[in-house]
């Protein structure tokens, strides 16, 4: 079965080419789009579970050492040759699974949402292609094949967000994300190029067998340089400004992109080449850096926003740096836990504030909203589930992932107790903020409009079926990886192990000296010691989410009045925030404007001035010489013949002399 593999990206691919070819010429029903889209989704995401179940049982160390599958030779030139080939290994399925999984949920949410479109075809054609270039760059078995999948979501991204291009913000939101994400492409590319040109190959197993032979310089700049492709594709500062606008397209469209694809892109590249990373202390540090500054620098925007899908972009962005921050401190296993988990709570947010807009008729506004909580009881119940686990309340699954990732930014080699102590604020704002989100769309009193209030229902079942699924593997998603503390078994760092390594242990610097005083008579930092500091801190992060939550409930069911007067009070930090920082504003001024500034005077003074000038002149002159010979030519047969004589004559002239 595990050779198999190679279906996994094919059955959505002939999706794509089905729908998008016979299926727009031929006009076909919707019930059929639907069907050919969902099955062959639904055909990958088994074929997913089927390899996934034949690794599983081959023993631990086997299962990082099983073949690629390669299909054919590829490009072939001079020192140059790549495949199209199939990395199996646990890594790769299990992005996979998530992948194809929350996909094929996504498509069968979108029959229902997308139903009354007239672009329908259209839109199942280009999620199917998604999901083909997503597979595509997760089970590469070399850089060169992860680079047409990584531009493959970059272009299908394009297509997606602007969706209903017939509007101008959707139009633009997809150019900007398009443009902004090849900012990042370039660092990436560049970092390719340094690979090859220093190890002569791209395939993933020859260059990590080979890695020893880069020295530390070499090392840092490729790490960096791929660093900043994933800045891009994962929205990271300062790259991360493409996302929230992203929401212009379809929600679906949003669910998908947020949750499980391609923002995930950069940690699993980053998680893929953790060979390198791991001889690359700096750049693992300014992973690290990066990761922890967004996660509390999105959280604080995701704060006082009121469109209801720009807020989980900004958490989606801070879940992100949660990501790059577990694997900066060397904890990749947490930070692809992280990533399945966010990828049951985010996809289930994404589609429970669909089917919440679903049932206002397409209202985005939160101010707007309020109090449908008893006429749409699925939507709100399992909205509630993913807000439990995307706070960090155990024994949700969100809990058990963000809290390895502080434990890891607290203990690993390579953390701090400041990376510490900023993940944990983010993780108390997170609270907050998606608990005013969820008291503010379902609680309270209903503020929609007349009009609104009379047509609130429950979502169809193809829409609300998808929801149940992913609450129940939002709360009972981590249980694959329940920390030892709490004496249970942690079987997803055990599978990816063979892959990734044990995780880190231990505490790094002597940043945080009063544990290792505490310490200093023996003992762990998991236990065995007279203080187990890993409990201690999973205390303190759960009463931090709890005190978000709290602060949400005073401040936006108790007591609503007081969230105005603190914006009326701190008016300058207030209108800071909600307005983004003006970085959007900054980057327009700063790239946008002086671009097109830089463009216009060199169309108006090179272009014009010079190039155009000059094919002006040269046209002159031919047309000025055309006159001049044109006079010669008079069509009267005496008149060449007299001309013929001359020339005769004036040549037996100068002969003769």
């Given amino acids: 079965m595990i050779e198999l593999v190679w279906l996994i990206p094919l059955f959505p691919a002939m999706g794509f080419l089905f729908n998008g070819l016979i299926g727009r010429w031929y006009n076909l029903d919707k019930r059929i789009v639907s069907w050919v889209a969902c099955s062959v989704l639904g055909l990958s995401f088994l074929f997913s579970i089927l390899v996934f179940s034949s690794l599983l049982r081959l023993p631990p160390d086997a299962r990082a050492a099983v073949p690629d599958k390669v299909l054919f030779d590829w490009i072939v030139s001079g020192g140059l040759k790549t495949v199209v080939g199939y990395k199996i290994d646990p890594l790769s399925i299990v992005m996979a699974m998530v992948v194809s ?12 949402y997308m139903h009354d479109d007239p672009g329908f075809t259209r839109y199942f054609s280009y999620l199917n292609l998604f999901v083909f270039m997503m597979l595509t760059l997760v089970l590469a078995n070399n850089f060169l094949l992860m680079f047409v999948g990584w531009e493959g979501v970059g272009l299908c991204s394009y297509l997606l967000i602007g969706f209903w291009f017939e509007r101008d913000a959707p139009a633009n939101a997809g150019k900007k994300a398009f443009v902004v994400n090849r900012v990042g492409d370039f660092g990436f590319l560049l970092g390719i190029f340094m690979i090859f040109a220093h190890l002569g190959t791209l395939e993933f197993n020859e260059v990590f067998a080979k890695a020893h032979l880069l020295n530390p310089v070499t090392v840092t700049l490729i790490t960096l340089l791929l660093f900043v492709g ?7 500062i300062p790259l991360y400004v493409w996302l929230p606008d992203a929401m212009e397209g379809p929600t679906p469209v949003s669910s998908l992109i ?32 990066f990761g922890a500054a967004t996660a509390i620098y999105a959280a604080s925007m995701g704060l006082l926003q009121f469109d209801i899908k ?15 921050l577990a694997v900066g401190v060397g904890a990749f296993s947490a930070g692809i836990f992280h990533l399945m988990t966010h990828a049951f709570f985010k996809g289930l947010l994404f589609l429970g504030a669909g089917s919440a807009m679903h049932a206002l008729s397409g209202e985005l506004d939160m101010r707007n909203m309020g109090g449908i909580w ?10 509630l589930a993913a807000t439990l686990a995307i706070a960090g309340i155990p024994p949700l699954s969100g809990f058990f992932s963000k809290d390895e990732i502080l434990w890891q930014a607290f203990s690993s080699p390579h953390g701090h107790f400041f990376l510490w102590v900023v993940g944990a604020a983010a993780a108390g704002m997170t609270a907050f903020y998606m608990f005013r989100l969820t008291f503010v769309t379902f609680l309270g009193e209903c503020r929609a409009s007349a009009e609104a209030k009379k047509h609130i229902h429950e ?16 709360v009972i998603g981590g249980c694959v990886g329940i920390p030892h503390v709490l004496g249970g078994r942690n079987y997803f760092h055990e599978f990816l192990a063979p892959v990734l390594g044990g995780h880190p242990e231990g505490v790094g610097h002597a940043s945080f000296s009063l544990v290792k005083m505490a310490y200093a008579g023996g003992g762990g930092m998991g236990g065995g010691g007279s203080v187990n500091w890993e409990l201690i801190l999973m205390v303190i992060s759960v009463i931090i989410a709890l005190i978000g939550i709290s602060m949400a409930l005073y401040f936006y069911i108790l007591k609503p009045d007081v969230p105005k007067r603190l914006a009326q009070r701190f008016k300058t930090l207030y209108t800071i925030i909600f307005n983004k920082y003006y970085v959007d504003e900054i980057y327009q001024a700063s790239f946008v404007d002086s671009s097109k500034k830089i463009s216009n005077f060199f169309w108006r003074e090179f272009d014009d001035g010079v190039v155009d000038r000059t094919v002006n002149v040269v046209a002159g002159l ?3 010489w055309g006159r001049v010979l044109r006079k010669i030519q008079t069509g009267y047969v005496q008149g060449y013949a007299l001309a013929l004589i001359l020339g005769a004559v004036v040549i037996m002239i100068f002969l003769m002399k």
């Fill in 101 to 112: 999984g929350v996909s094929f949920f996504i498509h069968i949410y979108s029959v229902g």
């Fill in 230 to 236: 994933a800045t891009g594709k994962s929205a990271q």
């Fill in 459 to 474: 979502s169809p079942p193809i829409m609300t079926v998808p929801l149940i699924i992913l609450a129940v593997l939002s």
């Fill in 622 to 624: 031919v047309l000025w």
């Fill in 258 to 289: 947020h949750a499980a694809t391609m923002v995930t892109s950069g940690v699993y590249m980053i998680a893929r080449c953790h060979v390198l990373y791991s001889m690359a202390p700096v750049s693992m540090a300014v992973v690290a850096i």
């Fill in 310 to 324: 720009r807020v989980l972009a900004y958490s989606t962005i801070s879940q992100l740096g949660y990501m790059f």
């Fill in 374 to 383: 008893r006429k749409t009881p699925i939507t709100f119940w399992t909205f």
